[in-house]
């Protein structure tokens, strides 16, 4: 790991400190930037938008975000068309947040890509390490959710209200739980209750 800074590490998965003055200053940032965004009036819209597209690092056309909104640094989150997020989302981004097209977030949704050492005194020196989380296009995240690092989601999946999600889960399956596990496949009949 020789000649890598602390943010090289972060980015690729590797163990890094956490008081690195870069990071330290990328953090900062980034809590004055969502200070700004959620101290500003829901009613200005693209004020808002102006804000979010500065703190991710990618944003697509149409999508909204509902304060209180927090996360690390911000440019590790990506989002795609009609990315819609409810009140108090936190997602720790150290590790890359890729999100598809139409995805929604429910109130309360956590998304952690950082990890701890296990072992006390290693922890003590302020050390972690990250891995990347990606959710799929048309996924739908229940209320009070939490997503644990390195998970994927697969396109059209649906996690219930209250599921930690510990490992990864498939496309076009209805999953929840502690930890989460996959209920049944999503069906012809999931697509004509919804057109009743």
């Known amino acids: 790991m020789a000649g890598l800074t602390e943010k090289h590490k972060m980015l690729a998965g590797k163990l890094f400190d956490i008081n690195d003055k870069i990071l330290k200053k990328e953090y900062l940032i ?27 690092g990618k944003t697509s056309k149409n999508f909204e975000i509902i304060s209180p909104f ?13 990315f819609f997020c409810n009140f108090g989302c936190v997602i720790l981004d150290a590790g890359k947040v890729k999100f598809g097209d ?4 429910a109130p309360n ?10 072992d006390p005194q ?3 020196l302020y050390k972690e390490f990250a891995k990347p989380i990606t959710i799929g296009n048309n996924v739908w995240i229940g209320g009070n959710t939490t997503i644990l690092p390195g998970v ?10 209250g599921s930690v999600v510990t ?11 502690n930890p989460c596990k996959v209920f049944r ?5 999931d697509k004509i209750m919804n057109n009743l």
Do not use: M, W
């Open 30 to 56: 980034a809590a004055n930037l969502l200070f700004k965004l959620n101290n500003t009036k829901p009613s200005l819209i693209k004020k808002r938008e102006k804000i979010i597209r500065k703190l991710f």
């Open 70 to 82: 927090f996360c690390d640094y911000g440019y590790n989150i990506e989002i795609g068309e009609n």
């Open 102 to 105: 139409n995805v929604f977030l």
């Open 109 to 118: 949704v956590n998304i952690y890509t950082v990890e701890h050492p296990i």
């Open 122 to 124: 290693e922890r003590a």
């Open 152 to 161: 994927n989601i697969g396109d059209n999946t649906v996690i219930g209200a």
């Open 167 to 177: 490992k990864n889960i498939p496309q076009n399956v209805i999953a929840f739980g």
């Open 185 to 189: 496949k999503i069906s012809l009949n």
